[in-house]
Nanobody, 117 residues
Framework: QVQLVESGGGLVQPGGSLRLSCAASGTSFSGRVLGWYRQAPGKQRELVAA???????NYADSVKGRFTISRDNAKRWIYLKMNSLKPEDTAVYYC???????????WGQGTQVTVSS
């Protein structure tokens, strides 16, 4: 059984930092695209950052220069370091492990990030 469990969310002031973690079990990272998505209230889920198995990384324009995705293949963890957080970053953040053709597509349960003073 595949499980993706996110942690590290919470309340942070504007300008602050958080690091999200995603622990994966029951699935390999080999050949997979690892990603973070977010969904704000009333909005569609959107891609935040994605890393291919070859190490290519794609960031949403809104987070470029502030967020960094990384992974630990051996331990099967995915991380998202978020700096210079803004109120508009407030959302539920989900980790994702998928194949390139989306035939395999796993989601975590999400972790809430709230940026507010």
């Amino acid at each position: 059984q595949v499980q993706l469990v996110e942690s590290g969310g919470g309340l942070v002031q504007p300008g602050g930092s958080l690091r999200l973690s995603c622990a994966a079990s029951g699935t390999s990272f080999s050949g997979r695209v690892l990603g973070w998505y977010r969904q704000a209230p009333g909005k569609q889920r959107e891609l935040v950052a994605a890393m291919s198995s070859g190490g290519d990384i794609n960031y949403a324009d809104s987070v470029k220069g502030r967020f960094t995705i990384s992974r630990d293949n051996a331990k099967r963890w995915i991380y998202l370091k978020m700096n210079s957080l803004k109120p508009e970053d407030t959302a539920v953040y989900y980790c994702n492990v998928r194949s390139a053709n989306y035939v395999v597509n796993y989601w975590g349960q999400g972790t809430q990030v709230t940026v507010s003073s």
